[in-house]
Nanobody, 115 residues
Framework: QVQLVESGGGLVEAGGSLRLSCAAS????????MGWYRQAPGKQRELVAT???????SYADSVKGRFTISRDNAKKTVYLQMNSLKPEDTGVYYC?????????WGQGTQVTVSK
């Protein structure tokens, strides 16, 4: 059984920073990829950042240079460091871990960026 618990969301002013955490419990033996998604009100969920098992990263164009995805294998945790936040970054953020064809999702955490 695998559970992903997210934390770190909240309200921040434009230009500020937040760090989201996604901690996994249970046994995961083969992680193919980790990622962060977000969903703004009235919009489709979009991919924000990915981190492969080999350490390769990718980012949506809208967050390049501002967001960084990383992991701590010992803590079974994936992070999303968000700097220079903009109002358009507002939304519910979800972490995902893909393992052997199965996707595991976090519960989502709200990020609100004021002007």
């Amino acid at each position: 059984q695998v559970q992903l618990v997210e934390s770190g969301g909240g309200l921040v002013e434009a230009g500020g920073s937040l760090r989201l955490s996604c901690a996994a419990s249970g046994s995961i033996f083969s992680i193919n990829a980790m990622g962060w998604y977000r969903q703004a009100p009235g919009k489709q969920r979009e991919l924000v950042a990915t981190l492969s098992s080999g350490g390769s990263t990718s980012y949506a164009d809208s967050v390049k240079g501002r967001f960084t995805i990383s992991r701590d294998n010992a803590k079974k945790t994936v992070y999303l460091q968000m700097n220079s936040l903009k109002p358009e970054d507002t939304g519910v953020y979800y972490c995902k871990i893909s393992s052997m064809g199965v996707d595991y999702w976090g519960q989502g955490t709200q990020v609100t960026v004021s002007k």
